[in-house]
């Protein structure tokens, strides 16, 4: 079946403007998540989404940085005003997440985000 | 806070010899500990995990170890092949309600 899936591939954008960040999880995965990879760097935590409970939002960096998730499906990350130190790639994964159980967090390819 | 120290950051092996990656983890909650492979442009894919009520776990050329009293785990690839160049990330959970914490990955190179 289809995997997790991000758009755009790639975004570049001038200092100052905001932009949006999309991720669309495996169908039926509960729990949802964005990370922040910077070049050669490792993962950063943003936020975590599991189903209808209040999101993790520990990870996020500033109050420039917002997620939402409709419907317990797609979800968006927004940044406001972006900065050159936001430059990074955006990765978004998902799982499934029931019954206390752990499951493995499928990844998607990635938003590589340019900050001019 | 939870945090994950991952050993080395870089990692060259001749081709057929051993690799070990270590890591390490502050929280003594966590009960999940997950591995996941980077290969370039790709994002990360699970290699193997290992949960706190055992201490081994071997899937074929891959081996995990933990050792919960010293708060330490490890990957262990035997017989490595050019394909097992990536790079290599450690992570740590203490819930299913809760977020994985990854170590900050191991570039493995190895050498024909």
Known sequence: ?116 | GENVEQHPSTLSVQEGDSAVIKCTYSDSASNYFPWYKQELGKGPQLIIDIRSNVGEKKDQRIAVTLNKTAKHFSLHITETQPEDSAVYFCAASKSSASKIIFGSGTRLSIRP
């Open chain 1, 1 to 116: 079946g289809a995997g997790v899936s991000q758009s755009p591939s790639n975004k570049v954008t001038e200092k100052g403007k905001d932009v949006e960040l999309r991720c669309d999880p495996i169908s039926g995965h509960t729990a949802l998540y964005w990370y922040r990879q910077s070049l050669g760097q490792g993962l950063e935590f943003l936020i975590y989404f599991q189903g209808n409970s209040a999101p993790d939002k520990s990870g996020l960096p500033s109050d420039r940085f917002s997620a939402e998730r409709t419907g317990g499906s797609v979800s968006t990350l927004t940044i406001q005003r972006t900065q050159q130190e936001d430059s990074a790639v955006y990765l978004c994964a998902s799982s499934l997440m029931s019954g206390g159980s752990f499951y493995e967090q499928y990844f998607g390819p990635g938003t590589r985000l340019t900050v001019t």
